[in-house]
């Protein structure tokens, strides 16, 4: 089955506290991205991975880190994480970069949860 | 000013009723167009695509004015499973733009 998988689904931490979000995806796609949904924002995104070794950042970078060392996998990471990441988080793949390609679907992770207290 | 713009409800309507929703979008250069839908507290799916000449899946209507920069859902007959937020989706740029914008989603409740 075509998915994208993210773990974990629900994560409660304390301030400061290092943690990774896992993310990954069956379906050879290229493009990579995190999204944070926030009541009354929707859906910002985060950082972007355009291919193996490709990562950019988004429209909210700060205080995550990503990296893509396979192209499966793309790993959000919180160094130090504080109350205001406090959030659903969504990774998503799509066979290529929104702006190549007009139409092309999205493919979500299931969330991760996030309360950083 | 927001990239995408929607009305964020709630819509409640009784079942087999009509219902509309619009999306406003800044960038009249953007190409590509979509409704998502979300359950609650689950991961958007893609619902529809909206195409320049409009089109139809079933019971629901996509369409696409882009001289007012506006896009439109309608679902007909709704049933009580279509009960969930609508996400307006616009990619703002065909070439060298690597994301989407979303509206914050138009919640619908379906009433029996």
């Known amino acids: 089955e075509a998915q994208v998988t993210q773990n974990p689904r629900y994560l409660i931490t304390v301030t400061g506290k290092k943690l990774t979000v896992t993310c990954s995806q069956n379906?050879?796609?290229?493009?990579m991205s995190w999204y944070r949904q926030d009541p009354g924002l929707g859906l910002r995104q985060i950082y972007y991975?355009?291919?193996?070794?490709?990562?950019d950042k988004g429209d909210v970078p700060e205080g995550y880190k990503v990296s893509r060392k396979e192209k499966r996998n793309f790993p959000l990471i919180l160094e130090s994480p504080s109350p205001n990441q406090t959030s659903l988080y969504f990774c998503?793949?799509?066979?290529?970069?929104?702006?190549?390609?007009?139409?092309?679907?999205?493919?979500f992770g299931q969330g991760t949860r996030l309360t950083v207290v | 000013r927001k990239e995408v713009e929607q009305d964020p409800g709630p819509f409640n309507v009784p079942e087999g009723a009509t219902v509309a929703f619009n999306c406003t979008y800044s960038?009249?250069?953007?190409?590509?167009f979509f409704w998502y839908r979300q359950d609650c507290r689950k991961e958007p799916k893609l619902l529809m695509s909206v195409y320049s000449s409009g089109n139809e899946d079933g019971r629901f209507t996509a369409q696409l004015n882009r001289a007012s920069q506006y896009i439109s859902l309608l679902i007909r007959d709704s049933k009580l499973s279509d009960s969930a937020t609508y996400l307006c989706?616009?990619?703002?740029?065909?070439?060298?733009?690597?994301?989407?914008?979303f509206g914050t989603g138009t919640r619908l409740t379906v009433i029996p």
């Open positions: 960038n009249s250069a953007s190409q590509s």
């Open positions: 991975s355009m291919n193996v070794e490709v990562t």
């Open positions: 998503a793949s799509s066979l290529s970069p929104p702006g190549e390609r007009v139409n092309t679907e999205a493919f």
């Open positions: 379906m050879n796609h290229e493009y």
């Open positions: 989706v616009v990619n703002p740029d065909q070439t060298g733009a690597n994301n989407l914008f």
